[in-house]
């Protein structure tokens, strides 16, 4: 394991609400279907033993820790994500979410405009980034795609999927949510071989996640909660890790510094966290790095921390 940064000095807050999904886009709903982040990550750097904190999502972290022989409790405060990871958990396949329909869309628009499926298959199944970035820049990332993806990923089709919060970190007058995407596009198909990632295939073909590992149910716990009120009731020192996804894109500086005070008291000594964001992570080269190593190739930071220990 590469050498783990210590948790920076943790404020204190009153109590805020956590994230909770935006009414305007269909309240609780099932937003995504899959997840878009490498739980190779985690897989890597959590402890196997003790207990592992996740933020549930579509379950695929989560899923994947649990099948690994890790003691899992995953947390999310929208239970149509619960459900999900429960039906997935009893052996149901994966199905779309919002974010995957406004995906699907948008394939199907660049299918109109020349982005040929057989093409799209024979790019992912190659296996030198060298090639890749080349065939990309040549091939697919011309103007119609980039008509395409602004319309897809501007300020309202983000709202439209209900994940507006989440892109925040990235996106704003001077960072467009479209253009970081074709940046960090670029940095993963130059980096990682396509015939390898499956996350290469579910962006361009739509592909389902490929089905988790048998899970003993008896490793994974669902639960429907905010997630820094839940780690505020559990005893101290009950977890020896924490995959946290970029919850920290979606809510303010109050419940951020809440909920990063909840973790410092959950964790036992040691203990691993993983944070992501779609933000750049400028001021620190470490969490883009990480950011680099991540298949799904869509985070700006991974921030990789060991809590519990002196600064």
Known sequence: MTQLDAVPALGQSAPAP??????????????????????????????????????????????DLAADGRQVTAVDANPAQIAYVRERLR???????STERLLHHARRVL?????????????????????????????????????????????????AGGFGAFTKAASGPARRFDLVVRQRLERGLGRHPNRTNPYVRGLLLGEAPPPPAPVDPDRLELLYADVAA??????????????????????????????RAAVHRAGSPGAVAVWRSFGPGDSRPAEQKWAARDRAMLWGSLRVERIGTAA
């Open 18 to 63: 956590g994230w909770q999904p935006d009414p305007r886009a269909g309240g609780h709903r099932l937003i995504f279907g899959r997840m878009y982040e490498d739980s190779e990550v985690e897989r890597t750097v959590l402890p196997r033993h003790g207990r592992i904190l996740c933020v549930a999502s579509a379950g695929d972290t989560a899923l």
């Open 91 to 97: 052996g149901a396949p994966a199905r779309p979410g």
């Open 111 to 159: 299918a109109g405009v020349g982005w040929r499926r057989a093409e799209l298959a024979a790019f992912c199944d190659l296996n030198d980034p060298a090639e890749q970035l080349a065939h990309w820049r040549e091939r697919f990332d011309n103007r119609r795609f980039r008509l395409v993806l602004g319309a897809t990923l501007g300020p309202a089709g983000v709202r």
């Open 230 to 259: 839940y780690l505020e009731s559990v005893p101290p020192g009950t977890f020896t890790g924490f995959s946290l996804s970029n919850v920290l894109d979606a809510v303010g500086p109050a419940y951020a510094a809440r909920l």
